[in-house]
């Protein structure tokens, strides 16, 4: 049972490359979501995903495009990376309804665009 | 969403007590206060959560007054390993997606 697995885990980009972040999760959770996190800094939500075929704009979803393919992954894909994306990013997962709606997180993925 | 507040650091030591309090006075109804702890380079982790009056579990004490706006983190007896950050959410955990924000979290900085 491994939760919430996130790649890659390292990945330094060029301005303008694009690239897909993976998650995926294996709790059979119904929602996930993708958070961005600089340094220093708090948590902020970039998209979620209710269940499957379902997507929903964070706090932070300018640059950003998520793929909900199936109830086990949720990917979030940078089109035309910018240095203002350089953060860490997480993945979470969470049953809804339950007991505390609890959110498990990936180890996340840092990401570098130069 | 209810805002949250939380002081930006706190400094302790090994075997004190340990209080966070988050203000949030936008609570709704149907809105419960969670606390997560974040070590460094890891994401989040559940660490408590409550309604009202008072939750214990085997890490942690929350405190809820009865206005519901604000509410208090305690961790008794801190170690070193307790050093991290905690961030106080506000949310209806039985709504669809549950659009959970994190705030700025509360530093948490034990010495020995």
């Known amino acids: 049972n491994a939760g919430v697995t996130q790649t890659p885990k390292f990945q330094v980009l060029k301005t303008g490359q694009s690239m897909t972040l993976q998650c995926a999760q294996d709790m059979n959770h119904n929602s996930m979501y993708w958070y961005r996190q600089d340094p220093g800094m708090g948590l902020r939500l970039i998209y979620y995903s209710a269940s499957e075929g379902t997507t929903d704009k964070g706090e932070v979803p300018n640059g950003y495009n998520v793929s909900r393919l199936n109830k086990r992954e949720f990917s979030l894909r940078l089109e035309s990376a910018a240095p203002s994306q350089t953060s860490v990013y997480f993945c979470?997962?969470?049953?809804?309804?339950?007991?505390?709606?609890?959110?498990?997180f990936g180890e996340g993925s840092r990401l570098t665009v130069l | 969403l209810a805002k949250t507040t939380q002081p930006i650091s706190m400094d302790s030591y090994e075997g004190q007590e340990v209080n966070i309090t988050c203000s949030h006075n936008?609570?709704?109804?149907?809105?419960?206060i969670t606390w997560y702890q974040q070590f460094p380079s890891q994401g989040p982790r559940f660490i408590i959560q409550g309604y009202k009056t008072k939750v214990t579990n085997e890490v942690a004490s929350l405190f809820i007054p009865a206005d519901r706006k604000s509410s208090t983190l305690s961790l008794p007896r801190v170690s070193l390993s307790d050093t991290a950050v905690y961030y106080c959410l506000v949310g209806d955990r039985q709504a669809a997606g549950n659009k959970l924000t994190f705030g700025g979290g509360t530093r948490v900085l034990v010495k020995p």
């Open positions: 979470a997962s969470s049953e809804d309804p339950s007991n505390t709606g609890e959110l498990f």
């Open positions: 936008n609570i709704a109804t149907n809105d419960y």
